[in-house]
Nanobody
Framework: QVQLVESGGGLVQAGGSLRLSCAAS????????MGWYRQAPGKEREWVAD???????IYADSVKGRFTISRDNGKNTVYLQMNSLKPEDTAAYYC?????WGQGTQVTVSS
């Protein structure tokens, strides 16, 4: 069983920054790709970014240049650094690994 626990969400003004963390349980972390998704109220879940086991990254166009995904295999943790936040980034953010989902952390960006 894999458990993913996100943290780091909160309320921030437009233009601000937040760093989300996702701590994974289990020894398979280092060999798995990880991803972040988000879901805004009334909207479908949206893919945000992925990072492979080797550290290669890919981003949705909506966050490219503003968000950075990274991982620390020694800590079984993946991060999402979010800069230049916009009100449209407001959503619940989820990390995903091997089909397992965390419970989500809320990010609210005020204008």
């Amino acid at each position: 069983q894999v458990q993913l626990v996100e943290s780091g969400g909160g309320l921030v003004q437009a233009g601000g920054s937040l760093r989300l963390s996702c701590a994974a349980s289990g020894s398979i972390f280092s060999i798995n790709a990880m991803g972040w998704y988000r879901q805004a109220p009334g909207k479908e879940r949206e893919w945000v970014a992925d990072i492979t086991s080797g550290g290669s990254t890919i981003y949705a166009d909506s966050v490219k240049g503003r968000f950075t995904i990274s991982r620390d295999n020694g800590k079984n943790t993946v991060y999402l650094q979010m800069n230049s936040l916009k009100p449209e980034d407001t959503a619940a953010y989820y990390c995903v690994m091997s089909g397992f989902w965390g419970q989500g952390t809320q990010v609210t960006v005020s204008s």
